[in-house]
């Protein structure tokens, strides 16, 4: 399968604010395509009456390639920032495509143990409405991970 592809990034990042486009423009197998990704991360300092961070995550994206897994994708998430010693965030995210036939809940957790090691909780959970579509395939297929990480 032969590609040519030209793309684009572009990023800005305010005080609280960041926003991120990426895109894509080319051919796959003599057929044109074109992709892209806009983002916006808030970000709400000393939420909570703490120290924490909470970050509000937005997304879109379009995809015209054939190996897409839907051309319209939504998401949508929080980032929970504790700003402690061990360095400790959480990640949540819900993504799900413009029909509502296909949808993937992902959640990260990181925080270090010690000087030389961190433990990483990650998790993704598919789900598709009905079969042929590309979520259809793993939608058994969730994933729970813990890592825990050594530095020398």
């Known amino acids: ?25 080319g051919t796959q197998s003599g057929a044109g395509f074109d992709a892209a990704v806009a ?3 808030y970000t709400l300092y000393g939420a909570f009456g703490q120290v924490w961070d909470l970050g509000l ?15 319209r994708f939504y998401s949508a ?6 700003n402690d010693a061990k360095d400790t965030s959480f990640l949540a995210l819900m993504s799900q495509d ?17 000087d030389w090691s961190s433990l990483e ?17 793993i939608a058994d297929d969730d994933v729970i991970s813990l890592t825990i990480n050594m530095f020398f």
Request: glycine residues 8%; without cysteine; charged residues 25%.
């Open 121 to 137: 909780l990650r998790s993704q959970f598919y789900d598709a409405k009905k079969s042929g579509l590309a979520f259809s395939g």
């Open 77 to 82: 998430g929080l980032r929970l920032v504790l």
């Open 98 to 114: 413009q029909k509502q036939e296909q949808s993937l809940i992902a959640f990260e957790a990181s925080r270090r143990l010690n």
């Open 57 to 71: 995550i937005a997304e879109g994206q379009y995809d015209t390639r054939p190996q897409a897994a839907a051309e």
């Open 1 to 25: 399968m032969l590609q040519e592809t030209i793309g684009f990034e572009a990023q800005f990042t305010g005080d609280p604010t960041l926003l991120k486009w990426e895109s894509l423009h």
């Open 39 to 41: 983002g916006l991360e």
